[in-house]
C-alpha cells in the first residue's frame, strides 16, 4: 500500500527565510504526489500536485515541489517564508490511475511557524 | 461556485446518540470522499463515492459508521450510536475524475 511520511512535526522558520518541508512517499508503481494546505479552523485546498508531466511543480502562494524519483522524495519549498505561510501542511499520495480520484493517502502534517 | 457544504460545523452530542453529518458536493463532481481528522491519527479516508456508489468503504471504522449518496448532490454520514472516541473533525470533498480534491470546511464532532 501506498504512504507518505512527513519529517518533522513543526518547522520554525523566520519570515523571509527559506521554507522547506519534508516528505517522503512509498509506493510500488509510479505515484501522484500533491501537497495540501490546512488553515485553522478551515479544509484543506491544494498547493500543487505532480502526475508525471514534469519533475519540478509550482503551485500557489509561491510554493513548489520537486519530484525525486531515486530519493523518493517529493519535498516543498517556498524561497521566502511570509507571516501568512503560517498553517498546516500536508503531503498525500495517490496511485490510482484517476490521479488522486480513488482518495488520497495524507501524512500527518507538519505545522509551519513564522517567526517574525 | 459555492463550494463544498457540509453542515453542522459543530455538533455536541451524548454517548449513545445518532448523529449525521450532511454534504453538498460541488455540482458536476462524480467523486464524494469522507475523512476523518484527529490528533492521534491524522486524516483518514472512510469511504468514497463514484456517481453515488460506495466503491471503497474500507475505512469505516466499525458497523456504527455508515454513508450514504442518494444522489449526486447530497451525501450522509451517520453514527449511531455515537461514543467519545468518535469525536473528530470529519470533512467532504468531493473530485472529477481528475483528482484534485476540494474540501468542505469540516464538521466538528464533540462526544460526551
Known amino acids: 500500500a501506498q504512504s507518505v511520511t512527513q519529517l518533522g512535526s513543526h518547522v520554525s522558520v523566520s519570515e523571509g527565510a527559506l521554507v522547506l518541508l519534508r516528505c517522503n512517499y512509498s509506493?510500488?508503481?509510479?505515484?501522484?504526489l500533491f501537497w495540501y494546505v490546512q488553515y485553522p479552523n478551515q479544509g484543506l485546498q491544494l498547493l500543487l500536485k505532480?502526475?508525471?508531466?514534469?519533475?519540478l511543480v509550482k503551485g500557489i502562494n509561491g510554493f513548489e515541489a520537486e519530484f525525486k524519483k531515486s530519493e523518493t522524495s517529493f519535498h516543498l519549498t517556498k524561497p521566502s517564508a511570509h507571516m501568512s505561510d503560517a498553517a498546516e501542511y500536508f503531503c498525500?499520495?495517490?496511485?490510482?490511475?484517476?490521479?488522486?480520484?480513488?482518495?488520497?493517502?495524507f501524512g500527518k502534517g507538519t505545522h509551519l511557524i513564522i517567526q517574525p | 461556485d459555492a463550494g463544498v457544504i457540509q453542515s453542522p460545523r459543530h455538533e455536541v452530542t451524548e454517548m449513545g446518540q445518532e448523529v449525521t453529518l450532511r454534504c453538498k458536493p460541488i455540482s458536476g463532481h462524480d467523486y464524494l470522499f469522507w475523512y476523518r481528522q484527529t490528533m492521534m491519527r491524522g486524516l483518514e479516508l472512510l469511504i468514497y463515492f463514484n456517481n453515488n456508489v460506495p466503491i471503497d468503504d474500507s475505512g469505516m471504522p466499525e458497523d456504527r459508521f455508515s454513508a450514504k449518496m442518494p444522489n449526486a448532490s447530497f451525501s450522509t454520514l451517520k453514527i449511531q450510536p455515537s461514543e467519545p472516541r468518535d469525536s473528530a473533525v470529519y470533512f467532504c470533498a468531493s473530485s472529477l475524475f481528475t483528482g484534485e480534491l476540494f474540501f468542505g470546511e469540516g464538521s466538528r464532532l464533540t462526544v460526551l
Open positions: 498525500a499520495v495517490s496511485v490510482g490511475s484517476g490521479g488522486g480520484a480513488d482518495g488520497l493517502t
Open positions: 509506493s510500488s508503481v509510479p505515484p501522484y
Open positions: 505532480y502526475t508525471s508531466a514534469a519533475t
